[in-house]
C-alpha cells in the first residue's frame, strides 16, 4: 500500500491540525459539541482526507488537483468556523484560537502554493507511466 502522501508537508501539518481541533472541540460548551463543534471536526479532518484521495489519484492531474482544491476549501471553512466559535465567546481561549487561526493560515499558503506547483509541473510517477 502506498501512503507516501505521509511524507507530504501539507498533509502531515493538515493531519496534525485535525487532531488539535478536534481535541479543542470536545471541551466547548456542550450545546456546541454538537452543533459547530461537529461542523469544524468534519471540516478539519476534510483537509487531510482529500490530500490522501488526490495522492491517490495524482496518475491524472485534474483529479489530483480537484481534490487539492477540495482540501483547501475545507481548510478555509475550517478557518470560518474557528472565527464563529471564538466571536460566539465558545472558544474563550484567545490564545488557542490565535494558534489555530495562524496555523490553518500559514497551511492555507502552502496548500495554494502546493496546488500551483502541480498545476505546473505534473508529472506522472515513473511506475504509474509504465502501465
Do not use: C, W
Not at 22 to 46: A, D, N, V
Request: charged share 30%; proline share 2%; hydrophobic share 35%.
Amino acid at each position: 500500500m502506498d501512503e507516501g502522501y505521509k511524507k507530504l508537508k501539507i498533509y502531515k501539518i493538515a493531519h496534525d491540525l485535525g487532531v488539535k481541533i478536534h481535541k479543542m472541540s470536545l471541551s466547548l460548551p456542550k450545546i456546541e459539541t454538537f452543533e459547530e463543534g461537529s461542523q469544524i471536526r468534519r471540516s478539519s479532518k476534510s483537509v487531510s482526507a482529500n490530500i490522501v484521495e488526490g495522492y491517490g489519484l495524482r496518475k491524472y492531474k485534474n483529479e489530483y488537483i480537484h481534490f487539492l482544491y477540495r482540501s483547501y476549501a475545507s481548510s478555509v471553512e475550517t478557518v470560518e468556523h474557528l472565527e464563529y466559535l471564538y466571536e460566539t465567546k465558545s472558544l474563550n481561549d484567545e490564545k488557542v484560537f490565535k494558534e489555530l487561526l495562524n496555523s490553518y493560515q500559514e497551511l492555507n499558503r502552502m496548500l495554494f502554493g502546493f496546488i500551483n506547483a502541480v498545476e505546473k509541473q505534473h508529472k506522472m510517477p515513473a511506475y504509474i507511466g509504465d502501465e
